[in-house]
Structure formats: C-alpha cells, structure tokens
C-alpha cells in the first residue's frame, strides 16, 4: 500500500513542476530576498574598497558601454557604483561609446540621483554619446572640453560646478568601465598605461577570466564579474538590488532542484527496500 502511494510521486503532471518553479524563480525578481552572500571575491571587494578610501569631491569618471543585450550582467552593477560614489559624495561625470547605452543610462539618473538629492551640472553630469572611443580618449589626456564642451543636454560643461577643477585625466581620481565590449581593454592600453590613471572594471562573466592578467600586473584596481558580482557589490553597499534578486531566484531555483532529486533518491531506496 505504501508501496504504491509513494510511485505516485513520480507520476505527477510535470506542469506542476513548472508551475512551482517559476514562483520561486518569479518571487524574489519582484523583491530581492538577500539571501546571506558568504562569499565575496577578492576582486569585488578591491574595486568597493578603492572607490571607498577616495576622498569626498573626488571626481569618478564613469564610462557605460553595454546594451540592452548585457543589461542584466551589467546594469545592476553601474547602479550599485553610482549609488555607492553619491554616497560618498564623490562628483561623477558619465560617458558612453555605445549607442545602445544611452537609455539605460536615462533609466539610472532618472532615479538614482533623487534618493541622495543630487543635482544634475552640481552633483554629476552626463556627456552625449560619442562614436570614436580611441579619439577621444587621446582627446580627453589634454583637454576634456575640445571633445566634451557641452553635456548631454547641450549645456555648457565648463561652467557646471561638478567639473571645476576638471580638465584632463591628471585631475580624475578613478575610471569605471562597465562594458559587455572590448572596450575596458581601451580603457587599460590608451588612459590606465599611458596616464597612470586608476581604472577598475564590470564585464560580463564570461569575460571575466580574460582580464586576470591586467589584475596581476595592477593594470586593473579591481574588476566585477557578471550578475554574481553585482550581488556582492550590492551586498557590500548594503543596498539590494537586481543583482541580489537574480542572484536569489538563481539559488532558490538550484535549491527546489536539489530539493526534488534528493526526494526522489529517498524514496527510489524505499520503494526498493520495502
């Protein structure tokens, strides 16, 4: 009798299954859940700990060159930067070398900027996109304002507040390329070597492996990896966010498999023994 009962377990509908699966993969996408991050990697941690020892006013230049098709990769990690260089009342000034790029960004300084009251020209500022990366790059090391005179809304960048004092490389204190391209190796070869500027990196996590060389020679402060290390990047700021919940719904889906093949085990060695 008992025999039979516990068969039924591997007669049902698969549709179920599914069903069950994807309201715990659906859940924590609506609310991340923070599940404990144990692990942080050491890389992770290098890019939160340098942007955290600069001083107050320093400038950040940021450089977000990835598209709807990374998105997920990435953008939780510009995000959880940004959040953390407000936080640190670090002024910020944004670039792009990508087309695709342009409406994220949108997206990140429609929101993020209210929730520490920072103004746009004061606070931060935007740059248009630009097509020519090793141009202006080289551009920038003498003069920033012979490529980005005005920003992205056609204001006159010389005389905002968050760019005193700003005219080349040699007056920025980090560059944070968040890229699902090649360009952090632009980044690395035309500004990081050339300038001796620091430079950090977020690639998605396939790309990861191939800039472990730049990390061993210090070419690279650090480097983020894909969606797990925003995870631990927003687990570091203490602010959850979409790297968390992909992160969450990712483990909880392993968890419901691990859970099920267990089940199944236990009760295959029943069946067998009664």
């Known amino acids: ?19 069950v699966l994807a309201i715990v993969l659906f859940v924590p996408i609506m609310k991340p859940l923070g599940l404990p991050n144990k692990t942080i990697a050491r890389d992770t941690r290098h890019t939160y700990e340098f ?48 087309a695709g790029s342009t409406g ?10 209210k929730e520490y009251n ?25 003069d920033l304002y012979g490529i980005y005179d005005k920003d992205k809304d056609g204001k006159d960048a010389r005389t905002m507040p968050v ?18 391209t090649a360009l952090l190796d632009y980044w690395i070869a035309y500004v990081g070597d050339k300038f001796t500027v620091p430079v950090v990196g977020c690639v998605t996590a396939i790309s990861q492996p191939g800039y472990g060389p730049y990390l061993q020679t210090g070419q690279l402060k650090g ?16 602010t959850p966010g979409k790297g968390t919940s992909g992160i969450d719904s990712l483990n909880l889906g392993h968890i419901l498999v691990l859970l099920l093949i267990l089940t199944s085990n236990i009760i295959l060695l029943i069946i067998k023994y009664l």
């Not at 009798?1 to 069903?19: C, E, G, P, T, V």
């Not at 097509?131 to 551009?139: F, G, I, L």
């Open 1 to 19: 009798m008992l025999k039979d009962k516990l068969q039924q377990f591997f007669k049902i509908d698969r549709r179920w299954i599914f069903l």
């Open 51 to 98: 942007m955290d020892k600069l001083p107050a006013e320093s400038f950040v230049l940021f450089s977000l060159d990835y598209d709807p098709s990374t998105r997920p990769e990435l953008h939780p990690t510009a995000v959880a930067m940004i959040r953390h260089a407000f936080r640190k009342n670090l002024r910020v000034g944004v670039v792009t070398y990508i």
């Open 104 to 113: 994220l960004i949108e997206q990140i300084f429609e929101t993020v900027p």
């Open 118 to 142: 920072k103004v746009n020209g004061t606070d931060y500022v935007v740059f248009p996109y630009m097509a020519n990366p090793v141009a202006v790059m080289t551009q920038m090391a003498s």
């Open 163 to 180: 760019m005193q004092g700003i005219k080349s490389y040699k007056n920025m204190s980090l560059v944070v390329c968040i890229t699902g």
């Open 223 to 238: 480097l983020v990896g894909g969606m797990k290390g925003a995870a631990e990047y927003e687990s570091l700021i203490k």
